[in-house]
Nanobody
Framework: QRQLVESGGGLVQPGGSLRLSCKAP???????????MGWYRQAPGKQRELVAN???????NYVDSVKGRFTISRDNGKRTVYLQMNSLKPEDTAVYYC?????????WGQGTQVTVSS
């Protein structure tokens, strides 16, 4: 069983919305609440970049290009982090990856494709 399981990608028109979810089914709650969760994306021919992350304490960080459009949140009881993406643009098209970080331990999800196109 994978450490992180992502869902919610798909095809959407410009201006539309999607919500990505990432669940950590194997992580115990006491570890999850101190784990920083993040979303990264990689477009064809480009390097993987951080989109947003959220610490166990709820501090959030966004790349400038998504500020005001994307919202990251977490539900510790469900061991799940979300990325609400609004006002999507074609340049948001990428494979989106979930990542967990706790000290020196990182896990990555398998990735979910987001395509913004008319």
């Amino acid at each position: 069983q994978r450490q992180l399981v992502e869902s919610g990608g798909g095809l959407v028109q410009p201006g539309g919305s999607l919500r990505l979810s990432c669940k950590a089914p194997r992580m115990i709650l006491s570890s999850y609440v101190i784990t920083t969760m993040g979303w990264y994306r990689q477009a064809p021919g480009k390097q993987r970049e951080l989109v947003a992350n959220i610490t166990g304490g709820g501090t959030v960080n966004y790349v400038d290009s998504v500020k005001g459009r994307f919202t990251i949140s977490r539900d510790n009881g469900k061991r799940t982090v979300y990325l609400q993406m609004n006002s999507l643009k074609p340049e948001d098209t990428a494979v989106y990856y979930c990542k967990s970080n706790r000290g020196a331990i990182d896990y990555w999800g398998q990735g979910t494709q987001v395509t913004v196109s008319s």
